[in-house]
């Protein structure tokens, strides 16, 4: 049900995940003043929280990639004039960083296989990658224009970065409370390889790829605790070991950078136009 007699104004960063989303969930959204922050681990009782509470401003923050359609979906049901904060990286940069998500977890399917740019036959499809279709799926239920930011200006331009959402959401921050240390541990690419090469004989793809019942999710931590155990002593083995092949193909995202161009050309005009 819609809450129509709300003064409330609601922000909703969606993600998109693989975009210093985690940074900004756990450094930076927590330190903005003037604003309650909801985050990612309470995004299914965000409703109730904003219902029960008496804020003027709220901002919830959740991370959205192939689902991103259906949530957006189900929280303009509630809020149907929130603002929405998104953030883009270019399309290769971010497929490559899922595909290093996915195999960090235990699936080891080849990055062809992953996504396949000639055939569209992979686990992801290059609607997935359509990122001005993202957009206007946002506008068509909110009825607003997103705030676009991407993930390039947060890693050159940190404070402008933060400056934009700050202005956006009516908040606030203090530049000295803010690290800008990155929150995650990457994986290099001989521990990926590892990870992959045993997860093979270990794990079938159907199992590694299902969460939606208890069963699956059980199984999915365990594959995931398992190809912990893999990668942290992998950084012992030579390297000679596993340089053979390409964990991702620069060919192939070469491929993915152009096929994407036109897209992303559009969704950086669109994000120069005003909110």
Not at 12 to 34: A, D, N
Not at 88 to 107: C, E, M, P, T
Not at 165 to 186: E, F, K, M, Q
Not at 249 to 265: E, G, M, S, V, Y
Request: overall charge positive; proline content about 4%.
């Amino acid at each position: 049900m819609t809450d129509t007699t709300s003064t409330k104004q609601v922000y909703f960063h969606v993600g998109l995940g693989k975009t210093g989303t985690t940074y900004l969930q756990y450094e930076f959204f927590p330190r903005l003043k003037g604003i309650h922050y909801i985050q990612r681990t309470r995004y299914q009782r965000a409703h109730e929280i904003i219902s029960r509470t008496q804020y003027p401003r709220y901002l919830v923050s959740r991370e959205f990639d192939q689902q991103l359609p259906q949530e957006v979906a189900k929280f303009s049901r509630h809020y149907p004039d929130a603002r929405v904060i998104i953030v883009l990286r270019r399309h290769d940069g971010w497929i490559a960083s899922q595909y290093r998500r996915f195999a960090k977890n235990g699936i080891h399917v080849d990055f062809e296989q992953f996504f396949d740019i000639d055939h569209d036959q992979g686990l992801w499809k290059q609607a997935d990658l359509n990122f001005m279709a993202k957009l206007r799926v946002i506008e068509s239920h909110f009825g607003h224009k997103p705030l676009v930011l991407f993930q390039e200006d947060l890693k050159q331009d940190p404070y402008g970065f933060f400056d934009s959402i700050a202005a956006y959401t009516g908040a606030s921050y203090a530049r000295d409370a803010i690290s800008l240390d990155a929150v995650h541990t990457s994986y290099s690419d001989k521990q990926l390889k590892a990870v992959r090469k045993l997860s093979r004989y270990l794990f079938p793809v159907s199992e590694a790829h299902s969460r939606k019942t208890l069963r699956g999710w059980l199984q999915w931590r365990r594959i995931q605790l398992t190809s912990y155990a893999i990668m942290y002593p992998a950084r012992l083995l030579p390297d000679a070991w596993f340089n053979n092949v390409e964990l991702i193909p620069q060919t192939q995202l070469n491929k993915i950078r152009d096929h994407f161009a036109d897209d992303w050309a559009q969704c950086r005009a669109y994000a120069r136009r005003a909110c």
